[in-house]
């Protein structure tokens, strides 16, 4: 079940008729984080912990980022260890002002649904995470353009790089 997802609501968080149904549902999203808290991978706990996770005026934010580059990775550790696949997601900051380097080390599966995506996949709108019934992070995402990401993982480590700015800007 997800809770704060634009798709799960008949209304957009940013019209005013809905932000008291958005508060409402940010606090049984943040119930059940509480609820699910000691299973979750350390990462998405950071993340989870930090207040500029979903602070949108924060440049290291993913709201509004555009993706970049999406790659999965298929890693053959040897020996008799079964083979693996990553997902590693480079976003440009809303700002424009750095990237966003999103790391899953170890998937369990993952969908990458987008029904248009001819100008891109449009901005990164809204994100939440979840315990999957397997017990491994999912972490769902929405795009403007429609799309949907569901990515279910062992964990998700995150790395926001500025820009240098250039030598004699102001």
Known sequence: MAFILLSDSKSSPMDSDSFEELKRLWGEYQSYIDSVRDRLPPGALKLLDSADWYDFTVHACPHDAWLEECRVIESDPG??????????????????????????????????????????????LYDEFRLSDNGHLLHEIEWADGGRWLIEADDIEFDWRPFEAEIGSK
């Open 79 to 124: 020996g008799e260890t079964p083979r693996y696949c990553s997902l590693e997601v480079k976003l440009l900051g809303a700002y424009h002002d750095g990237m966003l380097h999103l790391r899953y080390p170890r998937l369990f599966g993952y969908s990458i649904q987008s029904a248009k995506c001819e100008r891109g996949m449009g901005d990164w």
